[in-house]
């Protein structure tokens, strides 16, 4: 990995566009730091310890590099676009125009894009509004009474609220242009830079806090054994072979060839892990607006913190249930089908049209069942090590956001090696 990199920096071209990235991920973080104009930095700072219990509030910080906790410029991060990535592929099933638009090339690509922005930009205003509110109710910080935001008026708040919204904005475009002028996946790269920000302040509160230097190193080395799980199995896929027929098309020949169909084992990513958090946070965001304890408030207290066996379960379920959903919705067997009979396609010993969907819907099943497994464990990771060690506290990181960085770190690599590979042949054939 370190020598693709050096090998990189040596490349004029590749030079520019790795230096360009790490400009906008330092720009990034610079707005990471830069409080939104009406809050009182030194009572936020007062407060930032008491909002480790916040379920979604937390979910939403790991992945904004800790601006949501400081409420900053950029204290949504890269969630509102994620979110809104997600709902329009999920259209896509319901809404037939989408699917149209998929279908019709970059022209109908470039459209889908479009409207992610502006949900994009729907979904700031709405995440921005109900965090200024609360922030302004002193709810966002549990019971901290030192009021965060000093002057709660209208003016100040809206304020507050298109500055956060103008700040996710400026985040999407960010990413955008690391993904046209630099190295990688620019939104994935973003989420990557906030997760390393915190990882090692992260680290030290585990040894600092009621870890102890004991059990700091044990987290080190269930961290160190999931990150190699996690290169192993990301690595990892199923090859269908593909045959292609011979045909004569004037006096040449076309076909003939074999290829495969790569299945990832891990075909839906971390969306299940990110899904049923967030469905599991809602109940205790929404218990947080009660102006006294209820019965519901008291169940959800008691049965919905992360070592409760009710929210054990229901987490596993819910991991296992969107592993499923968003591969069906991700990889659709008739259309590959369809696909390889066009162009003369067959999978050795299957017969084109039906037989092909049902092979790829058995396979596509059993290896979604292995993912999903797979998931679920490093899912529980944290979960699991907080009540085997009796740490007082949640562990701040977990499986999702080893397998972020480990994925973002493996994919940006292989675009580096790809690149240096093109110039290598380049320069081998001038």
């Known amino acids: 990995m370190l020598s693709a990199f050096v090998q990189a920096f040596k490349t004029p071209d590749l030079r520019k566009k790795l230096l360009f990235t790490l400009g906008i991920m330092g720009l990034f973080r610079l707005?990471?730091?830069?409080?939104?104009?009406?809050?009182?930095?030194?009572?936020?700072?007062?407060?930032?310890?008491?909002?480790?219990d916040a379920g979604l509030v937390n979910l939403i910080n790991i992945f904004s590099g800790g601006a949501l906790l400081q409420l900053s410029v950029f204290a949504l991060g890269i969630m509102p676009?994620?979110?809104?990535?997600?709902?329009?592929?999920?259209?896509?099933?319901?809404?037939?125009?989408?699917?149209?638009?998929?279908?019709?090339?970059?022209?109908?690509?470039?459209?889908l894009t479009e409207y992610t922005r502006y949900l994009t930009i729907a979904l700031g205003l709405l995440q921005s509004s109900t965090i200024v509110a609360t922030a302004a109710d002193n709810r966002l910080f549990g019971d901290c009474a030192v009021p965060v935001i000093p002057n709660a008026s209208p003016l100040n708040l809206a304020l507050m609220i298109i500055t956060m919204t103008a700040g996710t904005?400026?985040?999407?475009?960010?990413?955008?242009?690391?993904?046209e002028r630099g190295i990688g996946n620019g939104m994935s790269l973003l989420i990557f830079?906030?997760?390393?920000?915190?990882?090692?302040?992260?680290?030290?509160?585990?040894?600092?806090g009621s870890g102890g230097v004991s059990k700091f190193l044990v987290v080190v080395a269930v961290v160190l054994v999931a990150t190699l799980a996690v290169v192993?199995?990301?690595?990892?896929?199923?090859?269908?072979?593909?045959?292609?027929?011979?045909?004569?098309?004037?006096?040449?020949?076309?076909?003939?060839?074999t290829t495969y169909i790569p299945i990832k084992i891990n075909t839906a990513g971390v969306i299940p892990v990110i899904f049923a958090s967030s469905i599991l946070a809602l109940p205790q965001l929404i218990a947080q607006f009660a102006d006294r304890p209820h019965?519901?408030?008291?169940?959800?207290?008691?049965?919905?913190?992360?070592?409760?066996?009710?929210?054990?379960?229901?987490?596993?379920?819910?991991?296992?249930?969107?592993?499923?959903?968003?591969?069906?919705?991700?990889?659709?067997?008739?259309?590959?089908?369809?696909?390889?009979?066009?162009?003369?396609?067959?999978?050795?010993?299957?017969?084109?049209?039906?037989?092909?969907?049902?092979?790829?819907?058995?396979?596509?099943?059993?290896?979604?069942?292995?993912?999903?497994?797979?998931?679920?464990?490093?899912?529980?990771?944290?979960?699991?090590?907080?009540?085997?060690?009796?740490?007082?506290?949640?562990?701040?990181?977990?499986?999702?956001?080893?397998?972020?960085?480990?994925?973002?770190?493996?994919?940006?690599?292989?675009?580096?090696?790809s690149q240096l590979q093109q110039r290598h042949y380049e320069g081998f054939l001038s």
């Not at 730091?33 to 809050?39: A, F, K, L, N």
């Not at 009182?40 to 480790?52: F, I, M, P, R, Y």
């Not at 027929?245 to 060839?257: D, L, N, P, T, V």
Request: glycine share 10%; proline share 4%; with cysteine.
């Open 31 to 52: 707005g990471s730091v830069v409080p939104t104009p009406g809050v009182s930095l030194k009572n936020v700072n007062t407060c930032l310890g008491e909002a480790q």
């Open 81 to 111: 676009y994620i979110t809104a990535s997600i709902i329009i592929q999920l259209l896509r099933v319901v809404i037939p125009r989408f699917e149209e638009l998929h279908k019709e090339g970059q022209a109908g690509t470039a459209k």
């Open 169 to 179: 904005g400026l985040i999407m475009w960010l990413g955008e242009l690391i993904t």
């Open 193 to 208: 830079t906030s997760i390393i920000a915190q990882f090692p302040s992260n680290m030290i509160s585990i040894a600092a």
């Open 232 to 257: 192993y199995v990301e690595q990892a896929t199923r090859r269908i072979p593909v045959q292609y027929a011979k045909r004569m098309i004037g006096r040449r020949q076309f076909g003939g060839s």
């Open 295 to 417: 019965g519901w408030t008291n169940w959800i207290a008691n049965n919905l913190q992360q070592t409760d066996t009710v929210y054990l379960v229901a987490y596993a379920v819910l991991i296992l249930f969107f592993a499923f959903f968003y591969t069906a919705i991700t990889f659709d067997p008739e259309e590959i089908a369809d696909n390889m009979k066009k162009y003369g396609g067959f999978i050795p010993g299957i017969r084109a049209g039906e037989p092909t969907v049902k092979y790829l819907s058995y396979v596509i099943n059993r290896v979604t069942a292995a993912g999903s497994v797979y998931l679920l464990v490093l899912a529980m990771i944290p979960t699991l090590a907080v009540i085997w060690l009796g740490l007082s506290q949640a562990l701040p990181f977990g499986g999702t956001t080893i397998l972020i960085m480990v994925g973002v770190g493996l994919q940006t690599v292989k675009e580096i090696n």
